[in-house]
């Protein structure tokens, strides 16, 4: 894996939605993730909302110029959740790692939780290189991880 030098990020704009619709619907990335896909229409008011809601933080992945991914946080009941979104065409780039650093140096609440499917070793990782660790609990296929303080 090589760094890359011209990675970008920044708050999520709605131009930037497009792009975060195609990585989602990706069926490998759909996956991976363990996460199901929103039909385009869904994606988009869902999307829509959590920007004009400004709650959570939204941070795009841009690498050469293009929407490569996202990292966000967001409140789920009592926890603070950050999750991450790589497109295909970017993956083992480091970029995961690069978008969960930059949301979580705007963070100042801990813990922060994460969920990961648990056949995703490159996000276990990716959780772990940043200073979470596995907790007890268990969700449907897949397991919690949870950062305890700050780095």
Known sequence: MTARDDVVIRPVELADLPALYEHQADPEAVR???????ERDAFMVHWRRILADGAGVTLAIVAGGRVAGSAVSWRDGDRQMVGYWIGRDHWGQGLASRGLAALLAELDERPLYAHVATHNAASIRVLEKAGFTRTDEAIEAGFVYALQRRR
Do not use: E, K, N
């Not at 991976?32 to 929103?38: K, L």
């Open 32 to 38: 991976m993730a363990d996460f199901p896909a929103r």
